[in-house]
């Protein structure tokens, strides 16, 4: 049993660090339940609103527009806190959402998706700065993995969400979900969250393990330096160019695995509800593997940044296995494949992020990560217009075949360009 201290008659709790991660793994999970729900909703949308490929390609990469203003979202929460922040953001993202329920026509759905995108990018950076600020460095891969394994449940919520949406009412009855989920997260994020120093619940144990656990070249600066000093970091562009490179698969996971599934698998929606979403419980697991391959490899005198290094390699190793996923006949393997994909992805993807919070001080963390998460979704936007420009004419598997070797230039990049810190 676990015994509360008290102070002026306030129970102190003793993991208000795991309770504040668990809260934002909900977030994370209504963020990518909101963005997962067109993808799988595609098929029906498309067919009742007489969208193309292309259109559709251009509705996805609204998204991705709006989303590459991480930056702005980032540098906006180191500047004004995650707790008002991060409550707007989520505020306005559940807002839009609902608004895809009311949609028609493939402007309409364009016009609200690079909206979404501009507030959901928020996530990412919002996730980092929990992480750097409420964690001492020796737990913060872990943390990170937790928080990702938000970003995976959401995709996997979203086929079931989206078939018992149609097959009760419509495809837009899961947006309205979606956003109503979002909405009520709000309250108890108000409720619940304010920064180490000023939690009502922290014990003063809790608090010391934080502030002891910092890196003393992260934590001893005094200012916050210009912008245009952090833009000319060596480190911020190489995780910039690996992220880059890896979030392809994701795109192709989120946006375009359920058409892919529906033309050239022939799925139904009942397969599709079945089996769509077993690619991202896979990345889940991914989420996990990052940081305990991480957390191996230093119990065994291998540095922290090497670590993260060798854990996104093995993730890129095992990505090479999506080269297969169109050659294969048999669409359980097909599935398999899938899975791999997005296991590896997770494991590579959570590493690199999570290296933001070993490279900067907590007051641009939020900010690097923004700076990284857009060239994360330009990599997107550039695939996903390219998929959709050429898919009917080449097919889908040269687009396999692509994502199953960017990730091997990424590694290369991360061993042969980060800097460690001094």
Same mark, same amino acid.
């Given at each position: 049993?676990i015994?509360l201290p008290?102070?002026?008659?306030v129970?102190r709790f003793?993991?208000?660090?795991?309770?504040?991660i668990?809260l934002?793994? *909900?977030a994370?999970?209504?963020?990518?339940?909101a963005?997962?729900?067109?993808?799988?909703?595609a098929p029906a949308?498309m067919?009742?609103?007489?969208?193309?490929?292309?259109?559709?390609?251009?509705?996805?990469?609204?998204?991705q527009l709006?989303?590459?203003f991480?930056?702005v979202? %980032?540098?906006?929460?180191d500047?004004i806190g995650?707790?008002?922040g991060?409550?707007l953001f989520?505020?306005?993202w559940?807002l839009?959402?609902?608004?895809h329920?009311?949609a028609s026509?493939?402007?309409? =759905?364009?016009?609200?998706r690079?909206?979404?995108?501009?507030?959901e990018g928020s996530?990412?950076?919002?996730?980092?700065?929990v992480?750097?600020e409420?964690?001492p460095?020796r737990e913060r891969g *872990?943390?990170? %993995?937790?928080y990702?394994?938000?970003?995976?449940?959401?995709?996997?919520?979203a086929?079931?969400?989206?078939?018992w949406?149609?097959?009760?009412?419509s495809?837009?009855a899961?947006? &309205?979900?979606?956003g109503?989920?979002?909405l009520?997260w709000?309250?108890?994020?108000?409720?619940?969250?304010?920064?180490?120093a000023?939690?009502?619940?922290?014990? /003063?144990?809790?608090?010391?393990?934080?502030?002891?656990?910092?890196?003393?070249?992260?934590?001893?600066?005094?200012?916050?330096?210009?912008? %245009?000093e952090?833009?000319r970091r060596?480190?911020?562009w190489?995780?910039a /160019?690996a992220?880059f490179?890896?979030d392809?698969?994701?795109g192709?996971l989120?946006l375009w695995?359920?058409?892919?599934?529906?033309?050239?698998?022939?799925?139904?929606?009942r397969?599709?509800?079945?089996?769509?979403?077993?690619?991202?419980?896979? /990345?889940?697991?991914?989420?996990? &593997?990052?940081?305990?391959?991480?957390?191996?490899?230093?119990?065994?005198?291998?540095?922290?940044?090497d670590?993260?290094?060798?854990a =996104?390699?093995l993730?890129?190793v095992?990505?090479?296995?999506?080269?297969?996923?169109? +050659?294969v006949?048999?669409?359980? *393997?097909a599935?398999?494949?899938?899975?791999?994909g %997005? =296991?590896?992805?997770q494991?590579?993807?959570?590493?690199?992020? +999570?290296?933001?919070?070993?490279?900067?001080?907590q007051?641009?963390?939020?900010?690097?990560?923004?700076?990284?998460?857009t060239?994360?979704n330009?990599?997107?936007?550039?695939?996903?217009?390219?998929?959709g420009?050429?898919?009917?004419?080449?097919g889908?598997?040269? &687009?396999?075949?692509?994502?199953?070797?960017?990730?091997?230039?990424?590694?290369?990049?991360l061993w042969?360009?980060?800097?460690?810190?001094?």
């Amino acid at each position: 049993m676990i015994t509360l201290p008290w102070r002026g008659g306030v129970a102190r709790f003793p993991y208000v660090r795991w309770t504040i991660i668990a809260l934002f793994v *909900v977030a994370m999970v209504i963020n990518y339940l909101a963005r997962s729900v067109l993808g799988v909703a595609a098929p029906a949308i498309m067919a009742e609103q007489a969208i193309s490929s292309e259109q559709y390609s251009w509705i996805t990469g609204a998204f991705q527009l709006g989303i590459m203003f991480q930056p702005v979202a %980032g540098y906006l929460l180191d500047v004004i806190g995650l707790k008002i922040g991060f409550t707007l953001f989520v505020a306005l993202w559940s807002l839009i959402t609902i608004g895809h329920g009311l949609a028609s026509g493939w402007m309409g =759905f364009a016009g609200l998706r690079g909206a979404l995108g501009l507030v959901e990018g928020s996530a990412q950076p919002a996730g980092m700065k929990v992480v750097a600020e409420w964690f001492p460095a020796r737990e913060r891969g *872990v943390a990170g %993995g937790i928080y990702q394994i938000g970003a995976s449940f959401g995709a996997v919520f979203a086929p079931p969400l989206v078939a018992w949406a149609i097959l009760y009412d419509s495809w837009r009855a899961a947006f &309205f979900v979606a956003g109503g989920l979002g909405l009520a997260w709000v309250l108890l994020w108000l409720l619940w969250y304010a920064p180490p120093a000023r939690h009502r619940l922290i014990s /003063a144990q809790e608090r010391h393990l934080i502030a002891e656990g910092q890196e003393v070249a992260l934590a001893s600066r005094r200012r916050r330096p210009p912008l %245009g000093e952090l833009l000319r970091r060596r480190n911020l562009w190489t995780i910039a /160019a690996a992220r880059f490179l890896a979030d392809p698969v994701w795109g192709m996971l989120s946006l375009w695995m359920p058409l892919y599934l529906v033309q050239v698998r022939h799925f139904d929606l009942r397969q599709i509800a079945l089996f769509a979403w077993l690619p991202f419980l896979a /990345a889940d697991l991914g989420c996990l &593997f990052g940081p305990a391959v991480v957390a191996w490899l230093q119990r065994r005198g291998i540095g922290l940044i090497d670590a993260r290094r060798w854990a =996104f390699t093995l993730g890129a190793v095992l990505m090479t296995g999506m080269i297969f996923v169109g +050659t294969v006949t048999s669409p359980v *393997v097909a599935i398999a494949l899938l899975c791999l994909g %997005g =296991f590896a992805h997770q494991t590579l993807s959570v590493t690199v992020i +999570t290296m933001v919070s070993d490279l900067f001080p907590q007051d641009q963390v939020a900010t690097a990560t923004g700076i990284s998460g857009t060239a994360a979704n330009l990599g997107v936007l550039l695939f996903t217009l390219g998929l959709g420009s050429l898919v009917d004419q080449v097919g889908y598997q040269p &687009f396999f075949i692509l994502l199953g070797l960017l990730d091997l230039a990424g590694a290369v990049l991360l061993w042969t360009n980060i800097r460690k810190p001094t």
